[in-house]
């Protein structure tokens, strides 16, 4: 839903301008220029997932945002928040042990990082393994307390335990 009701007011793309715009200032081989190619890729690959939301299309998308997310890994392949993303992609394609490795990946290089944990509670719900959602939003929350997009997660584990009254108190703090 939020990648639906939000599409037309992110316009992620006037970030990939700019990007491009600071790539043609810099010389190629300036220690710059390949963040700025890396960050390309992966926000490409972003903007081609939450596409997902409101096209039809959806084969293509995927496709294109895992080769991108796939060419930032060529160019960095320790970037966290791009194995997030393609644990993202895994989800979606409903590929679970490579979701799971991708997000462990993420956690594991970003130990600070409470998204990819987020993520492994909403692929846990997915699977139906409520236990190992809990674990994952202690975590997350330990990390980032009130992190709106954990605490959706939370309410969402809290409402299929039937604890509806917990699962209420997650959705309003988020």
């Excluded at 300036?30 to 939450?50: D, P, T």
């Excluded at 796939?70 to 928040?81: D, F, G």
């Excluded at 492994?120 to 674990?135: F, G």
């Amino acid at each position: 839903k939020r990648q639906y009701y939000f599409t037309g007011k992110r316009n992620y793309n006037e970030f990939l301008e700019c990007m491009q715009l600071a790539l043609s200032f810099i010389p190629a081989d300036h220690q710059l220029a390949n963040i700025l190619r890396i960050n390309q890729l992966y926000l490409s690959g972003v903007i081609a997932r939450l596409q997902l939301a409101i096209s039809k299309k959806t084969d293509s998308l995927v496709k294109a945002a895992y080769y991108l997310q796939q060419q930032s890994l060529l160019l960095e392949p320790y970037a966290a928040y791009v194995h997030n993303e393609l644990g993202n992609l895994y989800v979606h394609q409903k590929k679970y042990d490579s979701a799971t490795y991708h997000f462990s990946f993420a956690s594991a290089l970003a130990p600070s990082w409470a998204i990819p944990w987020s993520n492994t509670i909403r692929l846990n719900l997915i699977q139906k393994k409520w236990s190992k959602a809990k674990e994952a939003f202690q975590k997350a929350d330990s990390l980032q307390p009130n992190l709106a997009y954990v605490l959706m997660n939370a309410g969402l584990v809290m409402e299929q335990e039937k604890n509806f009254l917990a699962a209420q108190t997650y959705y309003l703090r988020s």
